[in-house]
C-alpha cells in the first residue's frame, strides 16, 4: 500500500485519495437519469485543509495567571494611593522643590495637572484589567500588559508634574537664577 506519487514538500498539501473509491449515495426515490448527468466534483480533497484543520487547545499558564494578577493589584493599590495626592499637588511640589531651594506658587495649576493625572491613571488601569482579562480567558500570556500599562500611567503621571512645575513662575525664577 505504498503511494506511487512524491512525497509532498514543506508547505504543499497532500490530497488525500481513498483506498476505495466510494459509490455515490442516492436519495431513494431519485431519478438515475438525472443523477447521472450531474458533475462530479473536481476539487481535490486536501488532509490539511482548514477546515478539517483542529486547533489545540491552550493550556492555562498558572505563573502568568498569578503574575498578571499580582500586577493587576498593585497598580490598583499605586492608583488608589495616589488619588489623594495628585488632587492636592501644590503642597506636595512645594515640598519638593524647597528642598533644592526653588519655590512652588501655582497651586491652582497644580491641582489641574493632578486632576488630569488621576483620570488618566484609573482609565489606563480600567483598560489594563479589560484587556488582561480578556488575554487570561483566551489563555494568551498577559503579564505584559499591566506592564504597559504601569508605563503609560508613569508617562502620565510625568507629564502632569513637569506641567505644573514648568508653568509655575516661582520656579522658572529659580532656573533663571541659576543661570
Not at 27 to 56: M, Y
Not at 120 to 130: K, Q, S
Request: hydrophobic share 50%.
Amino acid at each position: 500500500m505504498t503511494d506511487p506519487r512524491p512525497r509532498p514538500k514543506y508547505g504543499e498539501y497532500a490530497p488525500v485519495s481513498p483506498a476505495t473509491p466510494e459509490p455515490p449515495t442516492t436519495p431513494p426515490n431519485a431519478d438515475p437519469s438525472l443523477i447521472a448527468h450531474q458533475p462530479a466534483s473536481t476539487q481535490p480533497h486536501f488532509a490539511n485543509a482548514a477546515s478539517d484543520a483542529v486547533v489545540p487547545e491552550r493550556k492555562r499558564r498558572l505563573w502568568d495567571v498569578l503574575l498578571t494578577s499580582t500586577l493587576l493589584l498593585f497598580g490598583v493599590v499605586d492608583v488608589m494611593g495616589t488619588i489623594p495626592v495628585l488632587t492636592d499637588m501644590g503642597p506636595f511640589l512645594r515640598e519638593a522643590l524647597a528642598g533644592q531651594g526653588a519655590t512652588f506658587t501655582s497651586d491652582a495649576v497644580a491641582a489641574e495637572a493632578g486632576g488630569a493625572a488621576n483620570i488618566a491613571r484609573v482609565v489606563v488601569l480600567v483598560l489594563t484589567i479589560v484587556f488582561a482579562l480578556i488575554q487570561i480567558q483566551r489563555k494568551r500570556l498577559a503579564f505584559w500588559i499591566p506592564v504597559v500599562g504601569a508605563l503609560i500611567a508613569g508617562i502620565a503621571l510625568m507629564v502632569a508634574v513637569f506641567v505644573a512645575v514648568l508653568t509655575d513662575p516661582g520656579f522658572m525664577a529659580y532656573v533663571e537664577s541659576l543661570q
